[in-house]
Structure formats: C-alpha cells, structure tokens
C-alpha cells in the first residue's frame, strides 16, 4: 500500500524552466513533509521542508506548495539548472509511538534539465 | 564531521551466505535507521533505534537483524541473504526533539545476491 503517490516518474525540463512534482498523500497523521534530493550513487539529502499548517514554503529556487484538504503537496523548482539533474523523493513524516518518527517515501522523480 | 558513513560499499554474496552492514554517525544522534532502496519503490524502513541498545522493527524487517551496542554504531545483518535482497541499503540518523527532526542518510550500500 503506497501510502504517499508522487508523481511524475521521470521529467524533462529545459534550462531556465519550472520543474513541478507532485505528491499526495493518505494518512492524516503525517506531521512534516520533506522532500530530499538523490544524485546517482549518493545517498538521500533534504533540500525542503514544510508543516501541514503552512500553505507555501520558499528556499531560494525550490518551493513547497501544501494543501492540507486535498493531501497533496508539491515542489517547484524554479529556473531549473543542470546541476538540479537528479531524483527527487517526496516524503512525509510520522512520529512512532516510543520515540523516533518514521518517513514514508514516494517512488521518486528522476529529473532531466537540459541545455 | 563525516557524518553517517557505510562499509562496505559494494558486496557481492552468494545466496545463503551471511554478512554485516556497517553503519556509523559522528553527530551524536540518538535515532539511527535502516532502508531498502529498490527500483520504483523509494525508500522502505527495515529496522530503526531510539538509542543504544534499543531497537524496533520497520516495515520490511523480515530476513533481517540489528544491533545497536554503541551509539554512534548500527549494525544490519543478514543471516542468510537470499536474491530479493539484492538491493541499495541506506542508514540513516536523525537528532531528538524540534520539528526538524530529519534524517541525514550514508552514501549507500549496494549488495548483490546471486
């Protein structure tokens, strides 16, 4: 059961474009949502961040777009450059019951951002 | 800081053999946690820990076990591997308390199963 649905799979942006991804999620739960960023052969790093009581998020070209009614959050990457070329992962984040919180992850975007 | 580093790299088992997944944090982060990561899935929790000498159980744990003795370490073992999990083993740790409490992920661990 895929609890948070992202989507596109892959993407293909020019230079100087918007790239938007989307996620939506299930679970009324979730408490934070980060979206983390992965270049080949590295691991996951965060790149944003938001909470459910925040419709929009910015952080230099990358936005966090949250509608809580409708689950779905989404990242805006604006002025897309090569160098943002990699997967980016949604995920949305609950707190476990003894400590520690667990993350549940969307299947990826592999992003493209051509010259 | 090296922050959360992964040995070994890469490993290549045989079905039915053993092996341990090393992972270690130097930020001093009370959680630490093992994912799986497969083609079209994203990221699956195995085995987590809130502190030294604790550990739980993640969604996919079956086939595998943790340790925690110390606690910058996390130890992920397979005792006897089997071919569908061959995959990208991933740690990850996170520090207590604030909204933040994000994951900081090691470089990845990618072991083939034949």
């Known amino acids: 059961q895929q609890q948070v649905k992202q989507s596109p799979q892959s993407l293909i942006v020019q230079k100087g474009g918007i790239s938007i991804i989307n996620c939506a999620y299930e679970n009324t739960a979730f408490d934070y949502f980060p979206w983390y960023q992965q270049f080949p052969g590295k691991g996951p790093a965060l790149l944003i961040a938001?909470?459910?009581?925040?419709s929009e998020k910015k952080e230099g070209r990358f936005t966090i777009s949250f509608n809580k009614s409708a689950k779905q959050f989404s990242l805006h990457i604006m002025d897309s450059q090569p160098g943002d070329s990699a997967t980016y992962f949604c995920?949305?984040?609950?707190?476990?019951?003894?400590?520690?919180?667990?993350?549940?992850f969307g299947t990826g975007t592999q992003l493209k951002v051509e010259l | 800081n090296a922050g959360v580093t992964q040995t070994p790299k890469f490993r290549v088992l045989k079905t039915g053999q053993s092996m341990t997944l090393l992972c270690a944090q130097d930020?001093?982060?009370?959680?630490m946690y093992w994912y799986r990561q497969d083609p079209g899935m994203g990221l699956r929790l195995i085995h987590y820990?809130?502190?030294?000498?604790?550990?739980a159980k993640g969604e996919v744990p079956d086939g595998y076990n943790v340790s925690r003795l110390k606690k910058q370490n996390f130890l992920l073992g397979l005792e006897s591997a089997a071919p569908s999990q061959t995959s990208v083993y991933f740690c990850?740790?996170?520090?207590?308390?604030?909204?933040?409490?994000?994951?900081?992920f090691g470089p990845g661990t990618r072991l083939l199963v034949l």
């Open positions: 930020m001093n982060h009370e959680y």
């Open positions: 938001i909470r459910p009581d925040v």
């Open positions: 820990s809130v502190g030294e000498g604790t550990t």
């Open positions: 990850a740790s996170s520090y207590v308390g604030g909204e933040k409490e994000t994951q900081y």
């Open positions: 995920a949305a984040r609950r707190k476990l019951t003894g400590g520690g919180n667990k993350l549940t």
